[in-house]
């Protein structure tokens, strides 16, 4: 899958992972992930492509 992201600017670096470790949690449950880009903005955020693949639950 591969998802947009805005990383605030009041997320600390050290904060990052865990931060998209739980946005990728609302997809299922993260096999392997990557950060693919990086785009900044005007207010200071940054907007983070991520390419994922994750597990779905069974329903």
């Known amino acids: 899958m591969q998802l947009e992201l805005v990383w ?7 904060q990052l992972r865990p ?7 609302v997809h299922g449950e993260p ?3 990557a950060i ?3 785009e900044f903005t005007c ?3 940054r907007k983070l492509k991520i ?3 994750v ?3 069974e329903t």
Request: proline fraction near 7%; charged fraction near 15%.
């Open 8 to 14: 605030s600017a009041q997320l600390p670096l050290h």
């Open 36 to 38: 693919t880009a990086v």
């Open 31 to 33: 096999l392997r992930w």
């Open 51 to 53: 390419e994922a693949v």
């Open 19 to 25: 931060w998209l470790r739980e946005q990728l949690a």
């Open 55 to 57: 597990v779905s639950p």
């Open 43 to 45: 207010d200071q955020s």
